[in-house]
């Protein structure tokens, strides 16, 4: 089945820092996606990507769907506390809405 | 609008004891999914509904776990004899269709824990 590797698996680092994180697979997604989840929560979406290439924005984060369609990456400029949390990539197919999520980055940010 | 409700919030059992979830979607929202989330990793998908029909239960270890929508709204999932292994939160997940492009919202999910 598809796998797939999220990297860095925790970050630490003080308010104010970009953050960088990604996701790789040895299959083709035709959509990654990036998600949010808080302690006792639910993942929330951030950002979802539709094309290779494709490179979207959400305030403050970035994300970019790799052109060989087997990673993306996200991107969290000038941190504040509330991003704080554990930041999920999915990968999913278009035949149905079957997401193969990554392990998680948990990101803890020093005010 | 109402996000997905979940309940109950935590659970805990002893191992081969049954167990049950329920999960109510958002309304309008046609497709309905369990996620088994082990500590740790990322959510796994159990199963996902098209109004009261399943349309992937591949990953749904058959022999001990069940799931129904019978009415094409709320959906229960249960596990029948609970093993150690099943401590995990269980999300429920809905959408108003399937296919690319349909955002999914989660609900706040239900932690289980066997003893």
């Known amino acids: 089945g598809q796998q797939l590797n999220q990297s860095p698996q925790s970050m630490f680092i003080q308010e104010g820092e970009d953050v960088s994180m990604n996701c790789t697979s040895s299959s083709i997604f035709n959509t990654w996606l990036w998600y949010k989840q808080d302690p006792g929560e639910g993942p929330v979406l951030l950002i979802a990507?539709?094309?290779?290439?494709e490179l979207t924005s959400n305030g403050r984060l970035t994300a970019q769907f790799g052109i060989t369609r087997k990673d993306s990456f996200l991107n969290i400029s000038a941190s504040i506390p509330s991003d704080v949390g554990i930041y999920f990539c999915a990968g999913g197919l278009y035949n149905n809405n079957d997401m193969r999520f990554g392990a998680g980055t948990r990101l803890t940010v020093k005010p | 609008e109402a996000g997905v409700a979940q309940s109950p919030r935590y659970k805990i059992i002893e191992k081969r004891q049954s167990v049950a979830f329920w999960c109510n979607p958002i309304s309008g929202h046609a497709t309905l999914y369990w996620y088994q989330q082990i500590l740790g990793q990322g959510p796994k998908l159990l199963i996902q509904?098209?109004?009261?029909?399943?349309?992937?239960d591949s990953q749904l270890p058959k022999d001990r776990f069940s799931a129904e929508r019978l009415k094409g709204v709320d959906s229960t999932l249960k596990i029948q004899p609970a093993k150690l292994e099943d401590s995990a939160v269980y999300l429920c997940?809905?959408?108003?269709?399937?296919?690319?492009?349909?955002?999914?919202?989660f609900g706040p999910g239900t932690r289980l824990l066997v003893l």
């Open positions: 990507l539709y094309k290779a290439g």
């Open positions: 509904f098209q109004n009261n029909g399943v349309v992937d």
């Open positions: 997940a809905s959408s108003l269709s399937l296919g690319t492009g349909e955002t999914q919202y």
